[in-house]
Each structure stands twice: as C-alpha cells, then as structure tokens.
C-alpha cells in the first residue's frame, strides 16, 4: 500500500507509516511580528515591531534605501526592531520592506510611504529620485557604492598624478568625508602626486536618467577636475574608446579658470579628430564656490547644464543613430575625480606650489522617470 503524506509548514509532522525506523521532520520555525505592514507619511517616521520566533536566533535588515533597522532587546527567541523611514522626497509614494529571518524561515513586513506633495528637489517634472549620496554620513565613501580607481602616473592623458585607494603609502587621504561633502584631494608625497578617482555603483549604473551634482573646484596651474560617465561593464576589446562612449558632464582645467566644459565622444565624434561634441562656458568663481552641474539624459537626446543653464545639447537625431554616432543605449556610470597635469591639463604647465589642492561634491543625485 502506497501513503501519501502532507507536510505542514507550520506544524511538525511525525511520519507516515508506522515503523519505528521511520525518521522525524522538525517542526518548521514560525516568525510572528506585531505588524505585517507600515504605513507611513511623507515626512518618515520611526517605529517599533515586536518579534518572537520558535527558532534559536533571528536577524532583520532592510529592503529600501530609505530603510533603516535596528534590533532592540534580543534574546534567542524574541526582541524588537526599529524602524526608521527617512522623509519621502518624490511625490511618488514608495514602497520597501523589513525582512526577519531566523533560521531558514523568512518573513517580510511591508513599509508603504506616501508622496510627498512637493518635491524636495529641482529635477525635471516626472523624474523621482532612485539614488543619492549626500556625503553626510561617516568620514568615508560607502565601499558598496563607490570603486576607487587606483592607477599609476602617465595611465591615461599623459596625467602625473597617481591614482590610490584611499590613501596615499604615507597615509594621506586623497578622499575624505568632512562637513557634509566629499574632498577629493591632489597632493604631493615623497616626490610623487597622488589624487582619488572614485566611481559610483560601477557595476549597475543607470540607463538613462538626470544626473546632478553640486561640486566647488579647486584653484592652481595643473588641476583638471572632472564630473563624467562610462559605460557598465565595458568589453574593451570589442567595444574600444570612443566607440564605447563617453559624457563628459563638467571638466575645468586650472590653466584656464573658471571655464567649465561639457562633452559626449563618440567613435564618429571625439577630441582625437576635432570632431567631438563640445561646449564651455565661463562661471563666475567655479573654482572656490559651489555650482550644479547636471546631465539630462534619454534615448534621444544629452543635455547638461551648469547651475540650470543649458550648457550643451545633443540630439540623435541630428548626429546620427548607429552604434559609432550613439552608443549611448546601455548603462553609464558617474566618475568623480581630479586629475593634475595631463595633455589638457598640463598644457600650459603645471605649478607644483599651488598643490595641495581639493575638489569638493556636496552631494550626487540621481533620478529616473517614473
């Protein structure tokens, strides 16, 4: 005779048949939480689950950005989590989850906020912010969120600086979080010049989007600092620069104050054939004060600003729509550096005593349309 047997997830269940060798299922753990979901206003808030499980330990984390959670009062079996929801700054509502686990078992709490009435940012109409790093947390760059590039001197441009990770080998910091902004320094160090190139979420990037960034530039003969994108997970040997694409978003070089220019290169259009896509324009004080610089970007068209001002303007359909005129179809991610010397930056020179030198960001924002 052939038994079937139903298994409960919940409740242990101790065979079928009626030997004795037959062996014993455990009963399934439970998690039982206060609440299955949050509801929250726009202005975000705080708050409390209960738990309690019939497993040994138990853990929680959040899925959501604008998430945090904290256990509070953990024994084996049961304690509570804190909920902490930052204000909501699209007027999109938004939605994420707390996440309890104990053993194998798993159980979501949903966390639904509601839009604000008005947007706490100046991005386009229709666009909600999908990332961001102010710069206000901690004294360094978020490791599950930004790469640092490290290279030596004369790697790319001709460029004399040395690219590390962090800091330089007496320990200096060439990138650093101070007063709500992220320092990105160029100094000289036993005869070398060290600086920070870092690059945000390099393995993910954003297929389109507005892209913005509010950046103080640094003063002295030789400084060329730079808000740019590549693309994701580039194959170098099919996919060459300038075919693969660049958007330069702000570059300035010291050697010419003031003057901020923007640029796409392209295998048709690029600086080595004197056919790239570029314009610049002189700022008032962008070295020594802050100004935005943002990129607009969609299937059709790049468009980037300075301090909300059309800086440069490039439309497929004027340039053209194949691969070596518009590679910009997959996803790009946002560079942050600055350079010293170089082909363009060192073209008049370079003055050593004007170094250390710093490029500060306020913040980087990116948004997505909804």
């Known amino acids: 005779m052939i038994l ?56 929680a984390y959040a899925d959501g950005d604008f ?31 707390v996440v309890l686990m104990s053993g194998t078992a798993r159980k979501s709490i949903a966390v639904n906020q509601a839009a ?94 507005y892209f913005e960034a509010r950046i103080k530039l640094p003063v002295g003969k030789g400084t060329w600092p730079a808000f740019w994108m590549m693309p994701v997970g580039n194959d170098w040997s099919t996919n060459p620069w300038p075919m693969c694409g660049e958007i330069d978003i702000m570059e300035e070089v010291g050697c010419v104050p003031n003057e901020v220019s923007s640029s796409i290169h392209t295998q048709d259009y690029n600086h080595t054939k004197n056919t790239q896509k570029t314009h610049a324009m002189t700022i008032d004080k962008a070295e020594g004060e802050f100004h935005t610089y943002a990129l607009l970007w969609t299937a059709d068209e790049i468009t980037t600003y300075v301090d909300g001002k059309v800086q440069l303007s490039v439309k497929k359909s004027v340039i053209g729509s194949n691969h070596n005129q518009w ?16 082909s363009w930056g060192g073209m008049h020179g370079v003055d050593e005593s004007a170094l250390p030198v710093t490029m500060e960001v306020d913040y980087l924002r990116v948004f997505q349309k909804k």
């Open 4 to 59: 079937t047997c139903l298994l409960s997830l919940a409740v242990a269940f101790t065979g079928c048949g009626g030997g004795d060798d037959d062996e014993l299922t455990p009963a399934a753990i439970t998690i039982t939480a206060s609440q299955d979901a949050i509801s929250v206003p726009a202005e975000g808030g705080t708050y409390t689950i209960d738990i309690t499980t019939t497993g040994k330990e138990w853990g």
């Open 67 to 97: 998430i945090t959670v904290t256990t509070k009062n953990t024994i084996a079996s049961s304690g509570s989590v804190s909920v902490k929801v930052s204000a909501n700054p699209n007027v999109n509502a938004r939605s994420g989850a």
């Open 116 to 209: 604000a009435e008005k947007s706490a940012y100046n991005a386009p109409e229709g666009y909600s912010l999908v990332w961001s790093d102010e710069f206000d947390n901690g004294l360094e760059l978020n490791a599950d969120h930004w790469t640092h590039e490290v290279q030596n001197s004369g790697w790319v441009n001709n460029e004399l600086q040395n690219y590390v990770n962090h800091k330089t080998p007496g320990g200096s910091l060439v990138t650093e979080l101070k007063n709500g902004a992220l320092r990105i320094h160029c100094l000289k160090e036993n005869g070398k010049i060290y600086s920070g190139r870092v690059y945000a979420k390099v393995n993910q990037g954003w297929l389109y989007g």
């Open 327 to 342: 590679p910009f179809h997959y996803a790009f991610y946002p560079i942050l550096n600055l350079a010293w010397g170089g």
